[in-house]
């Protein structure tokens, strides 16, 4: 049997605003591909490991975009050889939270053969499916992931050892050992591979990091990650698609973008340039590019990244830059240019934290509420979810009612250190 695999598909995301519809459109695209490659491979069970929706800038078409398109990979399945097809989802951190996600919204009493996994096991009780001999256990994602999974790990070995030829946990989570952490993410956001050891899963597939990653292999555990079916972000490169497992063989197969993404660096390695030079190197770039992408009638983003330094105030590069960006993305081809000026000012040369992210810098600072800065990290973490659940896309800020709660622990943390 195969068994189509995919992830992080972000359905409803609309970042960056300023081609909001259109990057939106790119994920449905991204969507559709995957589920026509799954038809024409002939799968019967397809595992989306997390992210399958953007919940904070989805809209109600989006849902039902997504309903649309596995009835059609199921209506596929039974007409061609009148079988049945499952599709197991689990929750990813974009998806929502716990009680309040939006996997909910593909949910329908007459679709049989859709199921969300995990929320059970993640609260410690047994859950798996069986279907056409694999026995499946999800586990969703949780910011305390390496600590829930300690807790967990004797339910999943008892569903483990029911019956199934082969046994699948499907997880949203960053492994350490197989993935490449990213910095600032603290240990126990994570798992490692030897996490898995004596776990009783045949095979582990992993969705939240975004870039695919080849099979691997660790005390007779094959681990897979597909990575996203799109750029979640404009830095993201690529390759983009699916894997299609067939017993333990896996097949990756890309997916083509309905518009490419470029990044293009223009550094001056050290030297010292004035801020002509960052737009002259620059415009030949997007010129470049911009004929490229007539060449081979195809759509483009570029990201254009600018690092150096300069005598000048690096802002006049900004100035200079937007409107030479005005003038070319009002073609056809080159939609959109995203611009990323970290030029620094020698007269005025930052010092930039060694520090890798928002994560390490809040660990860092709050030391100093000594055996409470476990707690407060606590708090962190939770509003970083309630901000990409809850926010307002204007403002990008909480209601009073929901931050309420916030400086209402943040207060009791500081009473209870003295401060």
């Not at 240990?187 to 898995?196: E, S």
């Given at each position: ?52 929706f ?11 975009f ?5 009835q ?45 996994v ?70 126990h ?49 690529g ?23 470029r ?48 005598e ?80 307002s ?27």
């Amino acid at each position: 049997m195969k068994i189509g695999v995919f992830a992080d598909t972000h359905v409803g995301r609309s970042i960056p605003r300023e081609v909001g519809e259109l990057r939106r459109n790119a994920y449905r695209h991204a969507f559709t591909q995957a589920i026509n490659i799954f038809i024409e491979e002939k799968v019967e069970c397809v595992i989306h490991a997390g992210d399958l929706f953007e919940k904070r800038s989805m809209a109600s078409e989006d849902s039902v975009f997504v309903k649309e398109e596995l009835q059609r990979l199921v209506n596929s399945v039974r007409g061609e050889h009148g079988g049945e097809v499952a599709v197991f989802l689990i929750r990813g951190n974009h998806d929502g939270a716990p009680d309040n996600n939006a996997i909910d919204f593909v949910k329908h009493p007459l679709a049989k053969y859709l199921k969300a996994v995990g929320e059970a096991t993640l609260r410690g009780e047994e859950e798996s499916y069986f279907f056409n001999g694999i026995r499946l256990v999800g586990l969703p994602y949780h910011p305390y992931m390496s600590h829930v999974f300690k807790n967990v790990k004797n339910v999943i070995q008892r569903e483990f050892n029911r019956e199934g030829e082969i046994k699948i946990l499907t997880i949203h989570s960053f492994i350490q050992g197989y993935h490449e952490i990213p910095p600032g993410v603290p240990p126990h956001n994570y798992l490692t591979v030897r996490d898995f050891d004596e776990l009783g899963a045949d095979l582990v597939l992993a969705g939240h990091y975004h870039e695919k990653v080849n099979p691997m292999e660790s005390n007779k555990v094959l681990f897979l990650t597909p990575g996203a079916t799109e750029a979640v972000d404009l830095s993201d490169e690529g390759p983009f698609g699916v894997y299609v497992l067939d017993g333990r063989k896996a097949k990756f197969i890309p997916i083509k973008p309905l518009h490419e993404i470029r990044n293009i660096k223009v550094d001056s390695k050290g030297a010292v340039k004035p801020h002509e030079w960052f737009i002259e190197q620059s415009v030949r770039e997007i010129d470049t590019y911009y004929a490229d992408l007539q060449a081979r009638s195809v759509d483009g983003i570029l990201r254009l990244v600018l690092s150096g330094f300069t005598e000048d105030d690096p802002r006049n590069i900004d100035i200079s830059l937007r409107k030479e960006v005005t003038k070319r993305t009002a073609s056809t081809r080159l939609l959109h240019i995203d611009l990323v000026n970290r030029v620094e000012d020698v007269k005025q040369k930052a010092v930039f934290s060694k520090l890798g992210s928002g994560l390490d810098y809040a660990m860092e600072i709050l030391k100093p509420l000594g055996k409470m800065s476990g707690e407060a990290m606590k708090i962190v973490e939770e509003l970083s979810i309630t901000l990409d659940e809850k926010a307002s896309q204007r403002t990008g800020l909480l209601t009073d009612s929901d931050r309420s709660r916030f400086v209402k622990s943040w207060v009791q943390i500081l009473e209870k250190t003295g401060g």
